[in-house]
C-alpha cells in the first residue's frame, strides 16, 4: 500500500522533470519501491534513477 502510494509520488516527479526539460524523456521507466535491506539506508528505495541514467546519460544521483 505505501509502496505503491511512494512509487505513484515517484512517477509524479519524474513526469514533472520532464515536462520541464529538467531530464529527457523516458518511456517504460520501472519505478519498484522495496525496503533496503540495511536500515541505515532508509525505511524505501528506489532503482528508478539507476534504471533511468543509462538512456538519460545523466548521473543517477542528478536524477534522484
Do not use: C, F
Not at 529538467?22 to 525496503?35: F, K, M, N, T, Y
Request: aromatic fraction near 4%; charge should be negative.
Amino acid at each position: 500500500m505505501i509502496k505503491e502510494q511512494i512509487a505513484e509520488w515517484i512517477g509524479l516527479a519524474l513526469e514533472r522533470a520532464q515536462s520541464e526539460g529538467s531530464i529527457p524523456a523516458l518511456s517504460d521507466i520501472d519505478i519498484a519501491v522495496e525496503r533496503p535491506q540495511n536500515a541505515d539506508h532508509g525505511d524505501y528505495a528506489s532503482t528508478a534513477p539507476l534504471k533511468m541514467a543509462r538512456g538519460a546519460r545523466l548521473n543517477p544521483l542528478y536524477i534522484a
